[in-house]
T-cell receptor, first 114, second 116 residues
Framework: DSGVTQTPKHLITATGQRVTLRCSPR?????VYWYQQSLDQGLQFLIQ???????AKGNILERFSAQQFPDLHSELNLSSLELGDSALYFC?????????????FGPGTRLTVL | AQKVTQAQTEISVVEKEDVTLDCVYE???????LFWYKQPPSGELVFLIR??????QNEISGRYSWNFQKSTSSFNFTITASQVVDSAVYFC?????????????FGAGTRLFVKA
């Protein structure tokens, strides 16, 4: 158990809908990262937050947005969902901002778009 | 631009064999960080090791060892005396600074099958 929690574990929805994925980092970790893992794209970095502020951005679609709240939990919002958004979405956390920090991954949320 | 290449898609070995997973990376930065993660069939991602670009010291940890060579931009991972429980997908990753934060790129992964 990494100490990172993600809810829900599974999510099934329809195209065009909007969903919110939630992540609680390990106690004391200030950085939160979001990743998408799909069969065709592999593991892709989406976005990083540190202490409430966006710090790095990867291949995140404009239909996706994220935020980190004062209690450090984070939410990833996916809107206008398409079939291709079906994937496993991981959240990770680390203590600080340094590249040397180990990222601890949550169990993931499996999103299925029908 | 960053790139991580894991040329081996799948490797199959018999228990107790040694196996090396290859990782080649591309980066323009002089400061960067390399990682290996394991994803067992249960799906979670487990951190194995990290190295920064200034630390080329290779390491052995139990049955695991890592060979980092900046000259060839490689960061290979070896499992000695493999066990069935080592069956998993192994990902190599490269992390570089991006203004204010760090962006991590993962390789496509190498699926390791260890047969009894």
């Amino acid at each position: 158990d990494s100490g990172v929690t993600q809810t829900p574990k599974h999510l099934i929805t329809a195209t065009g809908q909007r969903v919110t994925l939630r992540c609680s980092p390990r106690s004391g970790d200030l950085s939160v990262y979001w990743y998408q893992q799909s069969l065709d794209q592999g593991l892709q970095f989406l976005i990083q937050y540190y202490n409430g502020e966006e710090r790095a951005k990867g291949n995140i679609l404009e239909r996706f947005s994220a935020q980190q709240f004062p209690d450090l939990h984070s939410e990833l919002n996916l809107s206008s969902l398409e079939l291709g958004d079906s994937a496993l979405y991981f959240c990770a956390s680390s203590v600080a901002l340094a590249g040397t920090d180990t990222q601890y991954f949550g169990p993931g949320t499996r999103l299925t778009v029908l | 631009a960053q790139k991580v290449t894991q040329a081996q898609t799948e490797i199959s070995v018999v228990e107790k064999e040694d196996v090396t997973l290859d990782c080649v990376y591309e980066t323009r930065d002089t400061t960067y960080y390399l990682f290996w993660y394991k994803q067992p069939p249960s799906g979670e991602l487990v951190f194995l090791i990290r190295r920064n670009s200034f630390d080329e010291q290779n390491e052995i940890s139990g049955r695991y060892s890592w060979n980092f060579q900046k000259s060839t931009s490689s960061f290979n991972f070896t499992i000695t005396a493999s066990q069935v429980v080592d069956s998993a997908v192994y990902f190599c990753a490269l992390s570089e600074a991006q203004t204010g934060g760090f962006k991590t790129i993962f390789g496509a992964g190498t699926r390791l099958f260890v047969k009894a």
